[in-house]
């Protein structure tokens, strides 16, 4: 007899959202994480509900630009050249996404995915009672030079040929959003219908508060193996063995390391990000800017100013990187004036495979094993509609979307 009908492992946004979609369902559900919920790269983001990010990090421009950031010092990508050497593969297969025909494919499959987002996370904020959390103020993209406005002028029209809503700003229209912000301002464009979270940790705190009181059940342990066979799998879950009919991979960054799940044998890499809390300075900003040159965002929350973002290219174990938290402690001094020193900061690992596409659905080798990982940058605003299509495949039903784009068995180029 099976103890589960499903466990789910890894409870940041993916896993916790996937499991209470199928606690709410009515199946029997173990959510297991060696650490607590939300307190991983959930914790960290940039607190958007961010429903027009169809771009790939994949783009051309990324492949114009990227001798200039590897080169310049004061870029927002930071690449550990001897990881790079370790992973060639990875590396140029990520490259190779980044051509104009693969780059729009990406982001149309990227799209058609975060169509279905509020329809997906709606739902679990309403169960989780978590209302006030949400915000409703949209988010501002602002670039500070001619050059950088003209650079994103294509991924412009490509958001706008799909019907996301967004009006295009000049500087003084921009300043009167956001009188707080210092920079040079040559264009921006408000996303209006965009959305913040307040505190995305109690977001998932309270819809995790939610799973239990449906009947969920949680450990907090460390999956190590799982081992499927006709009719269930058999997960190891800390020092215990236990049988279920199905088992999600929802750990993120992490997956790759559950022997059997099928994630150890994909291209999974990560892209360490960083965030600085300013307590007392939530006030400088209303809603959360982007600023595109700068490759970060400053964000007001319950914490207070939060910016986070960059990108680095490192081993998941690598040591904290001091510069990338002085650079995002610069160039937001340069976006918001002077800051007084951050009192705290953050390191966070966002799994992104070489496509910039996540990996949702069944695994390769057995339908008893579900991937739901490698959201890299979007997994706050996909956490939800992940979850609802981890809960209808744990039932055995195909969702009413293609998932054929988001195969772990698809060529990563």
Known sequence: MQDFDLVVIGAGIVGTASALWAQKRGLKVLLCDPNPPGSGTSFGNACTLATYAVMPVNSPAVLRALPRLLLRGDSPLSVDLMHALRHP???????????????????????????????????????????????NRGQLTVW??????????????????????????????TRALEPGLNLPIHAAVHYHAARSVRDPQELINRMHRRFLALGGQWRQARVSEIRAHATGVEVAVGDTRMDAGRA??????????????????????????????????????????????????????????????????????????QGRLDYIARKGAAMLGALPAPDSHWLGFRP?????????????????????FGHQHVGL?????????????????????????????????
């Open 352 to 372: 992104t495979l070489p496509d910039s596409m996540p990996v949702i659905g069944y695994a390769p080798h057995s339908d008893r094993i579900i991937h739901a």
């Open 89 to 135: 593969r990875w590396m140029l297969s990520f490259l190779a996404n980044c051509r104009p025909a693969r780059s729009e494919y990406i982001a149309r499959q990227l799209a058609d995915l975060m169509g279905h987002a509020d329809a997906g996370l709606n739902p679990l904020i309403a169960e989780a009672g978590a209302e006030d959390l949400i915000v």
């Open 144 to 173: 500070s030079t001619k050059a950088g406005a003209e650079g994103d002028k294509q991924g412009l029209s490509f958001r706008k040929a799909l019907g996301i809503p967004f009006d295009v700003l000049g500087p003084q229209e």
């Open 381 to 413: 605003t996909l956490g939800g509609i992940t979850g609802r299509i981890v809960a209808d495949l744990a039932e055995g039903r195909l969702p009413n979307m293609s998932i054929a784009a988001f195969a772990s068995n698809r060529r990563f180029v």
């Open 248 to 321: 999600v991979i929802a750990a993120g960054a992490h997956a790759g390391s559950i022997k059997g799940s099928g994630a150890e044998n994909l291209p999974l890499g990560t892209e360490r990000g960083y965030h600085l809390i300013f307590s007392q300075d939530g006030h400088r900003i209303t809603r959360p800017v982007g600023w595109a040159e700068g490759g970060f965002y400053a964000v007001p929350m319950a914490q207070g100013l939060r910016l986070a973002g960059t990108v680095e290219i490192a081993r998941l174990s690598a040591p904290e990187n």
